[in-house]
């Protein structure tokens, strides 16, 4: 599936967010401009705010915040692949985070003893 060669003048930030597959509805992209999640060229902006090539958008999603240079302009939904067309990520990388080793009992051992309880907690620091 491609681009449609006919682009608009303008589209509105929450139907290019959706278009882009930034969130899955629109209705989700259109509240979180209303939440100030997302900003245009540094300012907050509204739903019905227009984009055009060039612009800047700051899209603060659950765990961090992407930057999205809009290049093309779509207002309706395509693949993912012809929508990463329409954007440039400037998002940087994100620090791996480190994976904690969480205990887990065995299943089937029923619940845990007031041994095993101190020593969770002591495990994770919740005790001296």
């Known amino acids: 599936m491609s ?25 989700a992209a259109t509240a979180a401009c209303r939440a100030g999640h997302v900003r245009l060229n540094g300012n907050p902006a509204k739903a019905s705010q227009a984009v ?9 999603q659950p765990g961090y915040e ?3 240079e809009v290049r093309q302009l779509i ?5 993912a692949e012809a929508a990463s067309h329409c954007y440039t990520d400037h998002t940087p990388e ?3 985070t480190p994976s ?25 620091g919740l005790r001296g």
Do not use: C, F, N
């Open 75 to 79: 207002a309706k939904r395509v693949g």
């Open 100 to 124: 904690l080793g969480i205990p887990q009992r065995d299943r089937g051992t029923g619940r845990p003893t007031k041994k095993d309880r101190r020593e969770l907690e002591r495990l994770r």
């Open 3 to 27: 681009i449609p060669t006919s682009s608009p003048k303008s589209v509105r930030i929450d139907a290019w967010l959706w278009a882009i597959r930034a969130y899955k509805t629109r209705s």
């Open 66 to 68: 992407r930057i999205l």
């Open 52 to 60: 055009v090539p060039g612009d800047t958008l700051r899209v603060r």
């Open 94 to 96: 994100r620090p791996p």
